[in-house]
């Protein structure tokens, strides 16, 4: 993952004589309350959401755009890319020509922004990153990244099984092959148990491909007594695929899951679940902060964690019916 690259600075010409005044880059004065004392104060955010694919990717689209609003200063064109990089580069070009103030995106996969990211960087517009992560070499890309500990739910996921399941036969039912959430998940649960993995496939974090995913897995790996899901979604798709196998989820074969959004959760509740490491989508209000002072041109950190937690069957009902996601 690359490195914050300066704030941007914009030329102004003011009314009276064309004066040039050096103005930070947001065109108004929101504060952290976001009165902004009208339209043209807003900040004008470009955001590129890589799509609609998981109960995870829903709870953090609505928090994005709860805090991004008119109400809180910001002027949001919000643009759904359906899982494909091409239409989030085409929207962070849209971006570039609307000349906003801070653009931000969650990037499908790490690779293959260097043209575009160059591109931003030469209009001066900052970036903040958003979630997933990017592998580039155009130095210093972005001003801040805010996300969750990839890693880290990789290798939770991996000491649970380490000390619950020791002998366990592990299927890996891997994200979005490509994407920072999917490499950093397989390389912290592989450091810990890697050697009980006898497969690995992508179900590209939705439910359905789960479901295929899973059901040409128990062909190919009979002996498989634990999946290891990179989201809920496909974890769901997985119980799916067990069930019609005529196994019992949770029994026969352990689900370890990472998300922990309330289908996932009421999974784990219904002991088809056995353990799941949360990976929290609602950061709104800390991203439109992060924004805020990017565009009145205020120092930020390099990133913000997002904090996790983990769950297991002890979980009760109530604890899931009281989730915000
Ligand atoms: C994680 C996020 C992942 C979720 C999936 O921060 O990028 O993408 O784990 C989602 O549910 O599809």
New binding site residues.
């Given amino acids: 993952m690359s490195r914050p690259a300066p704030v941007r600075t914009r030329l102004a010409v003011l009314a009276t004589g064309a004066l040039l005044a050096l103005t930070a880059c947001s065109s108004g004065t929101a504060d952290a309350g976001g009165d902004t004392g009208g339209g043209d104060d807003l900040i004008r955010v470009g955001f590129s959401q890589l799509g609609a694919?998981?109960?995870?990717?829903t709870a953090n689209t609505e928090s994005v755009k709860a805090s991004l609003s008119e109400e809180n200063g910001f002027d949001l064109n919000f643009v759904d890319a359906q899982q494909k990089q091409e239409n989030q580069i085409k929207a962070l070009r849209d971006f570039v020509a609307q000349d906003v103030d801070v653009i931000a995106f969650?990037p499908v996969i790490e690779t293959g922004w260097d043209e575009v990211l160059q591109e931003i960087k030469d209009s001066g517009i900052p970036v903040v990153l958003v979630?997933?992560t990017v592998d580039t070499t155009v130095e210093d890309p972005f001003v801040t990244w805010i996300?969750?500990d990839?890693r880290q739910e990789g290798t939770t996921a991996g000491e649970w099984v380490a000390e619950n399941a020791p002998d366990a036969k592990i299927f890996e039912l891997q994200?979005t092959l490509g994407?920072g959430?999917q490499v950093d998940r397989e390389e912290g649960f592989d450091e810990v148990v890697g050697d009980q993995v006898i497969g690995k496939a992508s179900g590209n974090?939705t439910r359905a491909e789960g479901k295929t995913a899973v059901e040409a897995a128990l062909q190919a790996y009979p002996e498989t007594d634990l999946i290891f899901t990179?989201?809920?979604?496909m974890g769901l798709g997985a119980v799916e695929a067990i069930e019609a196998a005529g196994k019992v989820p949770g029994e026969d074969i352990k689900i370890v899951s990472?998300?922990g959004v309330r289908d996932g959760l009421q999974a784990l509740v219904d002991k088809k679940f056995n353990y799941v490491v949360e990976?929290n989508?609602v950061f709104g209000d800390q991203l439109a902060e992060l924004i805020t002072q990017v565009a009145n041109g205020e120092d930020v950190p390099e990133e913000t964690i997002v904090v996790d937690a983990a769950f297991d069957q002890t979980i009760t009902q109530a604890d899931v019916d009281a989730r915000a996601y």
Avoid: L
């Fill in positions: 694919e998981s109960g995870w990717r969650s979630d997933r996300g969750a990839f994200g994407s959430a974090f990179h989201n809920d979604d990472v998300d990976c989508p």
